[in-house]
């Protein structure tokens, strides 16, 4: 049986009859069904919860309430995240984050683990982080990416009830407030080292528009090997991941709502 959108191509050939056709999943679909984003140039991670998301090493693709083992990146990076640990290990849900769309629920200190961690070095610690997420409910506070080891200045980003933060290896941080939400919300950061003084390093973009910046001067380094949550989180409540990207650079605002539009044609937020 094959279920879902854009799974199969069906068309007349000149020699008459008909062609059916199945499609790659992870290069078909709209809206980060499976296809590639808009931007790929400097892609450095690329997680949809939709594709190739298992309960075991790869083998068996996760169904509502599953425990997530192993979830495949699709930037063709393959910087697969796993989490062997079953205490640790968030769960596939299907629904709360969009009708029929899939999501990692986090709980307690779930986290996915990266093969090979994300670096972002001086004096070029520049990134640009998507996010697709929906809170439990209000008031709640968590590490949605960050570090377990080596815990190095607790490089993290904070999603919290009133404001975006994050943190350096310095444990130097920045953040730019919010009004809480429980709606599914499209997140995009960018950090800017290396820009002049005046600059706004710190921007943060919800849906697409800027919600505001700030001009911290960030004297460390990002190192995030924990995505989805973080093994040592004060855990707060329960939230839902969709898709997360992750690219080397900043994104201007033109290249955030392109990427963001994209992404609204998955979860029709705006």
Known sequence: MIKGDNILSVGT??????????????????????????????LLV?????????????TTLA?????????????GNSNTLEQASASSQPLYDIGTIGSG?????????????????????????????????????????????GQMSPLVGNSRIWLRNIY?????????????????STDVIILAITINTTGSASEQRYKVYKNGSLLGSTTRDFGGAFRFNNLYGVGWNS???????GNMLFYDGVHDATQVQ???DWLNTKYSIY
Not at 26 to 42: A, E, K, L, N, Y
Not at 132 to 137: E, G, Q, T
Request: a negative charge; aromatic letters at 12%; glycine letters at 10%.
């Open 63 to 75: 169904v509502d309430g599953d425990n997530i083992r192993q979830f495949n990146d699709q930037s």
């Open 101 to 145: 769309l899939a999501s990692i629920k986090i709980t307690s200190n779930d986290h996915l683990d990266t093969t090979s961690a994300l670096l972002f070095e001086q004096p070029d610690a520049n990134f640009t982080f998507y996010l697709v997420y929906k809170k439990a409910s209000l008031g709640i506070n968590n590490y949605i990416v």
């Open 13 to 42: 050939p000149a020699g008459g009859g008909i062609s059916i056709i199945a499609n790659d999943p992870v290069s078909s679909g709209g809206g980060g069904g499976g296809d590639s984003p808009p931007i790929t140039t400097d």
């Open 164 to 180: 975006y933060q994050s943190y350096d290896t310095n444990n130097l941080n920045a953040f730019v407030t919010t009004t809480d």
């Open 235 to 241: 855990f707060s409540g329960d939230f839902y991941g």
């Open 258 to 260: 392109e990427v963001s």
């Open 46 to 58: 690329y997680y949809n919860p939709d594709v190739e998301a298992y309960s075991d090493a790869g």
